[in-house]
């Protein structure tokens, strides 16, 4: 049976769900070059895929302000939906945007059972099945819900009004208004920069000014005034970072508290927006130790209502049982490019490789290059940006489209945030490290397959990874194991064959745009930056700049 998930709006996307298991995942970010852009995913699903048998299509975000150009029913590809599923209505289902969220947190994990915390900015907070509306609480939006999940059904228990709690808002506002940075389209919500000032800052020196508004609605924040503050220094920005980051994690510790004191489960599943700040997430480990197991969805954003709307159909509606995942759920959904089609890109791409001759550099072009090449290259300090499988789902590059470097280097993040990355200094790079290899590099032994979590390097190993500690000491690392990308897994253990270390400094590929989805946008990226080489590893073609 195929379903397909859409979701218009912000962070359109489409997935489609085959026997229960994600095949596709595609965001509308990833092939227009926007952030977070708007669209219609119905549209979008016609122009990108060729299936024809579809059994059902399912929004996962059905709002209640009456944005109708957000409902598929008002697509102009709504007829073609119809006529895949023999004009029957019925088959066509709404699910609520919080419900799908909790759904692929809860059945992305391999938990039994788990309680289920959804944290954003806010979604319609309505809870739909078989195309109705079974439950509302009297309450229309929300951004803070929690549910029961056991076995192959979630269920609702508390929906609280936005008006009472909205971190995601708080954020975006400030994200926005005191720091002057991009909260959407086109550029995308830049609050992962806020995250990383936060760590350089005071925590307490304007930690009231937040706690107070997350803690109380009718109080409104001095945006006006923080703005200013930060305006003033540097150290002044990440001070004010650092409150609004401490202020965050103490409401959430606080709400936690209360629902694991309420509520008896030793497995916590986070999604919505705010399940991205991996820092907060982390600290559930330590606030709570009767919890055993945090997990995070791969997709917590909007973008991953689309999978999980589909996924609460397979199995809360229609039944299903759930889905074994050996290690993780993959990420790796995005459609996979044939050596003929990588081939035919850097053909109609010569004209524009050729600009590099004015730039005093010449590119040389490898077949049949192997790993062993590559890694000697990474060792002597090049950045190489890798492409193969299918891209990644999420705003997290895990291997298949990722820069790779050498995190033994002490002038490697500069040189990346300066020459490739185009962003700030103070902005960190992850670690991506052996699965088996965590114990004994970092201060706790857990999964985080999609960078979800921030962990403490071990002191007496941080000096030999520079690279990747951040100013606390912390790695947002991705733990890799053979399952979940045997070509990733692989690499990195030649390299620590190599070295002695079982870690890669691991971006995104891209440079202030979203990830690179096809081998143009490879080319293009590797073109616009000083990104030394380019390996399409699933064909052994690499492309490499040497100076003239």
Not at 425 to 431: D, E, K, L, V
């Amino acid at each position: 049976m195929k379903i397909v998930g859409l979701l218009s709006g912000h962070d359109c996307s489409y997935c489609v769900l085959e026997d229960g298991i994600p095949k596709i995942h595609n965001e509308l970010e990833r092939f227009i070059r926007e952030k977070e852009p708007p669209g219609d995913s119905l549209e979008f699903f016609f122009q990108q895929n060729k299936e024809k048998d579809i059994d059902y299509f399912v929004s996962g975000d059905l709002q209640t302000n009456n944005d109708s150009w957000k409902n598929p029913r008002n697509s102009d590809y709504y007829p073609r939906a119809l006529d895949m599923i023999n004009q029957d209505e019925s088959k066509f289902i709404d699910i609520g945007h919080h419900q799908s969220h909790a759904a692929n947190a809860f059945f992305s994990s391999n938990y039994d059972e788990a309680l289920i915390v959804t944290l954003d900015g806010g979604g319609g907070a309505k809870i739909y099945e078989d195309g109705k509306i079974v439950q509302s609480e009297g309450v229309d939006f929300t951004a803070l819900t929690v549910w029961f999940g056991e076995k192959n059904k979630i269920y609702p228990v508390e929906i609280l009004d936005h008006r009472i709690i909205n971190i995601g808002t708080l954020w975006r506002k400030s994200t926005v208004e005191i720091f002057g940075l991009s909260g959407g389209h086109p550029y995308g919500n830049q609050a992962g920069t806020v995250m990383a000032m936060a760590t350089n800052g005071n925590r307490d020196k304007y930690f009231e000014s937040f706690y107070q508004s997350l803690s109380n609605s009718s109080l409104v924040i001095d945006f006006k005034n923080l703005k200013r503050i930060a305006g003033r220094s540097e150290q002044d920005a990440f001070d004010v970072a650092a409150g609004l980051q401490a202020a965050t994690e103490k409401k959430v510790q606080e709400i936690l508290s209360m629902l694991i004191e309420k509520y008896d489960y030793k497995n916590l599943c986070l999604s919505g927006g705010v399940a991205l700040n991996s820092v907060m997430a982390t600290k559930i480990y330590d606030w709570f130790p009767e919890i055993e197991n945090v997990f995070v969805d791969p997709v917590p954003y909007d973008g991953g209502l689309a999978i999980g709307s589909a996924r609460y159909l397979w199995h809360h509606i229609l039944d299903n049982p759930r889905i074994e995942w050996k290690d993780n759920a993959s990420s790796y959904l995005g459609k996979k490019y044939s050596k003929s089609e990588i081939k035919k890109t850097l053909d109609t791409s010569e004209s524009i490789l050729k600009e590099l001759d004015k730039e005093n550099c010449e590119l040389k072009f490898h077949n049949d290059i192997d790993d062993e090449y590559i890694l000697d290259l990474i060792s002597k300090q090049k950045i190489i940006s890798v492409y193969g499988g299918g891209s990644e789902s999420g705003r997290r590059a895990l291997g298949n489209r990722s820069i790779l470097c050498d995190p033994t280097s002490p002038d490697m993040k500069d040189i990346i945030n300066e020459k490739v990355k185009h962003r700030q200094w103070f902005r960190p790079f992850a670690p991506s490290i052996l699965r088996e290899d965590v114990k004994d590099w970092f201060e706790k032994d857990i999964d985080s397959p999609y960078m979800s979590f921030v962990l403490k390097f071990k002191e007496k190993v941080r000096e030999k990874v520079p690279a990747v500690v951040h100013f606390d000491g912390t790695g947002r690392l991705q733990t890799v194991t053979e399952n979940d990308n045997k070509w990733y897994y692989n690499f990195i253990k030649k390299f620590k064959e190599k070295t002695g270390v079982p870690i890669l400094l691991n971006t995104s590929f891209n440079d202030r745009e979203p990830i690179v989805e096809t081998p143009e946008h490879a080319v293009n990226c590797f073109l616009g930056t000083n990104i030394d080489g380019l390996y399409f590893y699933d064909v052994n073609i690499f492309i490499e700049k040497v100076k003239k």
